[in-house]
């Protein structure tokens, strides 16, 4: 059914910016918030931004005025560009959507901030 595939991540160093994409299939894309958490080894897995099908965003407090999110209804993608990241960011980032009252997860991609 649905289908989320992450796609960016790497390793980067203190104050440098990556960005992440995901693509969604088997949904209208269109008409769903999207989400993207992270979850750093040990850690709760934790909301870092989110997208409206309106196109709102809203960010965790820890990563306000660093990351921008976005989306593309026309590729079916939404993006989390990255900047001045920290090693606090360090973590797998995963696609979320809730579709028809149900979690639908992308696989994730590993962040790594480190000198």
């Known amino acids: 059914q649905v289908h989320l595939v992450e796609s960016g991540g790497g390793v980067v160093q203190p104050g440098g910016s990556l960005r992440l994409s995901c693509t969604a299939s088997g949904i209208n894309f269109r008409l769903y918030t999207m989400y993207w958490y992270r979850q750093a080894t040990g850690k709760e897995r934790e909301l870092v931004a989110s997208?409206?099908?309106?196109?709102?965003?809203n960010y965790a407090d820890s990563v306000k005025d660093r990351f921008t999110i976005s989306r593309n209804n026309v590729w079916n993608r939404v993006s989390l560009e990255m900047n001045n990241l920290k090693p606090e960011d360090t973590a797998a980032y995963y696609c979320?959507?809730?579709?028809?009252?149900?979690?639908?997860w992308g696989r994730g991609t590993q962040v790594t901030v480190s000198s």
């Open positions: 997208i409206s099908s309106g196109g709102s965003p």
């Open positions: 979320h959507v809730r579709y028809r009252d149900s979690p639908f």
